[in-house]
């Protein structure tokens, strides 16, 4: 099969390495569409060997095929997995981590906060931009017929990720939503947010991206890159500040602003990764009884429940996708996605 790697240094290879064999309690998953996260940039921008040792692999340790938002058909089961549990030709989409299956994190379906260590395909092993998948069959998570393919690869990191995290906020009807950052995972959550009721206000500093939240349903759109966004948020909200905050950059000031435009007892939500924030713990926390929680993606149930929601409110989710490729085509699609002006990108089998 053929699958394409990243070498650093915004260096892609197409390798063509032996077809996978699934081995006791695996599956072979054939490829439909694998989405492109904002988190894989960080591994195609990093210097050759930096991003396998920043994760302990030891930085000479052989790269992985890309892509951890996978979706497509189950072709091969191993010894130990049923019909029942994997029928061949089901569609799934894959919860792309894997602990040691029986810790409690695992038995509920977070297996990436497994103490015992955890696989990330697409990551610390091979991932979906290639034609077939290898993966424990405890990992798959079926896709509604509902839902394309490339529906299922948003779901399976991005808008999962989105989903996630407004469902740890408690997000209500009527409630304003302020979401930082309008890539992919931001997109999702001005659409999933709108779905849900919320009023949504959009900050980004990219003209393109902005224009997307509003197709995407953000009531306002701030230009953080043309005005203060804390001040647009208070104009907008008659000086009380948002019910929540949701920053997606992993940026120190938008992280900042996010805390700060919350009103008294609102709730702040941090998903994106990377970097760090100081903040007045005094004057931003304590004395506006702030709630400030972190979201990491979401459980194998909770991909469920996001793929279930988004069928049964009939959202649009291959509208996010403003760029589609081939595997011929990885290269400049992660040149395009590089720019970070886009809606989402897919690689599509």
């Not at 919350?262 to 926390?285: H, I, M, P, Q």
């Amino acid at each position: 099969m053929r699958g394409a790697v990243f070498l650093g240094n915004r260096n892609i290879e197409i390798r063509t390495i032996p077809d996978p064999t699934p081995g006791p309690g695996e599956v072979v998953v054939q490829m439909k569409a694998s989405g492109m996260c904002g988190s894989d940039l960080k591994f195609y921008r990093s210097p050759p060997g930096a991003a396998q040792a920043a994760l302990g692999l030891g930085g000479d340790a052989e790269p992985v095929i890309a892509g951890h938002e996978p979706c497509g058909v189950v072709v091969a089961r191993g010894p130990g997995v049923s019909e029942r549990e994997a029928p061949i030709g089901q569609r799934v989409m894959d919860h792309h981590y894997a602990g040691c299956g029986v810790c409690g994190h695992c038995r509920v379906g977070w297996s990436q906060l497994c103490r015992e260590g955890i696989v990330v395909y697409g990551v610390t092993a091979n991932g979906g931009h290639a034609e077939y998948l290898k993966v424990p069959a405890r990992t798959l998570v079926p896709l509604p017929e509902e839902l394309s393919f490339v529906e299922g690869a948003a779901v399976a990191c991005g808008t999962g990720t989105a989903y996630g995290a407004l469902r740890r906020m408690h997000l209500a009807g009527g409630a304003t939503l302020a979401v930082f950052g309008q890539g992919p995972v931001g997109l999702s959550a001005t659409l999933l947010g709108a779905t849900m009721g919320a009023r949504v206000i959009a900050v980004e500093t990219n003209a393109e991206r902005l224009a997307l939240a509003t197709q995407f349903g953000a009531d306002f759109a701030i230009d953080a890159s043309r005005e203060d966004p804390l001040e647009a948020l208070r104009d907008l909200t008659r000086g009380e500040g948002v019910d929540l905050a949701l920053d997606c950059t992993g940026i120190p000031a938008a992280r900042l602003a996010a805390v700060r435009s919350a009103k008294t007892w609102g709730t702040v939500c941090f998903v994106g990764e990377g970097n760090d924030v100081t903040l007045d713990v005094s004057r931003d926390l304590l004395r506006k009884q702030l709630t400030l929680i972190g979201s990491w993606t979401f459980s194998a149930m909770g991909q469920a429940e996001c793929a279930r929601f988004v069928a049964d409110n009939r959202i649009d989710l291959e509208s996010i996708f403003t760029h589609r490729w081939t595997l011929d085509q990885v290269d400049e699609a992660y040149r395009v996605f590089d720019t970070q002006s886009t809606g989402k990108g897919v690689i599509e089998f």
